[in-house]
């Protein structure tokens, strides 16, 4: 059964954080994104895949402005001012993928490892902010407590916002805004894509439990590592088959460090026989972070 849009890539994202061009969809009616700020392939790279001495070093993360009545959306890719003042260097690829959201009549898709998986848009309401979360439940309780995705869709605020995800449970999650750090509570609502999958069926390596299958066509990989670091280089892992030209998307679901932070990948590789992948703690004061468990999901690009 085909779900969505498995996804792709948006070259050159400008510099400036204005937006990109439009991208039109068709076959989606309440279409649920996830996004990411693509590295370069097998450079040892900090934010935007530039090697390592010529990097730029803001902290950044994909804005998507829905307009789902025109069934189009673009990106912008937004800085954190506490990094080092908030001016790109440099263009960014954005990657996404999309997919049908579910409702009441059919509350989890079940993807080809057996696993299962719940897509939904939600307003995640200003108050929100810090220490102050918002439940969200899910449809349908799952078998083992899922990975959770977040991505902002809608940008009324028009500044860096992040989410943090606490408590995740076989019955739902907590999601709070997390603001640049120093600035002040958003003042409007923003509408939050998120996408929840269970790890019922998987395989278990020391602390990476991961799974996979075939999602619309195209090979995937899920899974949970454990004791990822703020820009460590360290907690890198092969995946269990070679990508060709894999999207990875990836989440803290966990909330140990109290700054701003949020997981990504700074390089992928292979080694001919696997793909391998580089996550970290961004955390945009650029400072010592707790440890934290990632959550990631990797798909092949359409």
Not at 100 to 128: C, F, M, P, Q
Not at 173 to 180: C, G, I, L, R
Request: proline content about 4%.
């Amino acid at each position: 059964m085909t779900i969505g849009e498995t996804g792709e890539t948006i070259a050159a994202v400008p510099a400036n954080e204005s937006f990109s061009g439009y991208i039109n969809y068709t076959d989606l009616t309440d279409p649920v994104i996830i996004a990411a700020i693509k590295p370069s392939e097998d450079t040892d790279s900090y934010v935007d895949g530039t090697p390592a001495g010529d990097e730029d070093a803001d902290s950044a993360f994909p804005i998507i402005s829905l307009e789902s009545g025109n069934k189009r959306f673009r990106v912008r890719v937004a800085d954190s001012d506490d990094s080092d003042g908030g001016n790109r260097k440099r263009t960014e690829d954005v990657w996404y993928f999309m997919v049908e959201a579910n409702t009441a009549a059919n509350k989890h898709y079940v993807l080809s490892d057996g696993n299962e998986l719940e897509a939904r848009n939600i307003t995640l309401d200003k108050i929100n902010t810090y220490n102050t979360f918002q439940t969200v439940n899910f449809l349908k309780s799952f078998s083992a407590v899922p990975l959770v995705f977040t991505q902002q869709i809608s940008d009324d605020n028009g500044r860096f916002l992040i989410q943090r995800i606490r408590n995740v449970s076989v019955n739902g999650f907590e999601v709070a805004f997390q603001p640049d750090d120093g600035d002040p509570a958003p003042g409007s609502d923003e509408t939050i894509s998120w996408v929840a999958v269970d790890l019922v069926n998987s395989t278990v390596s020391g602390d990476h439990t991961y799974s996979y299958g075939i999602f619309n066509g195209k090979r995937f990989q899920i899974g949970r590592k454990g004791t990822i670091a703020h820009w460590t280089g360290v907690g890198q892992f092969a995946m269990a088959h070679l990508y060709n030209t894999p999207l990875v998307f990836v989440g803290l679901n966990t909330s140990a460090g109290e700054e701003p932070s949020y997981g990504r990948i700074y390089k992928y590789n292979d080694d001919g026989s696997n793909t391998w992948i580089y996550p970290f703690v961004e955390d945009v004061k650029l400072a010592g972070h707790l440890d934290e468990t990632i959550v990631y999901f990797t798909v092949e690009s359409n």
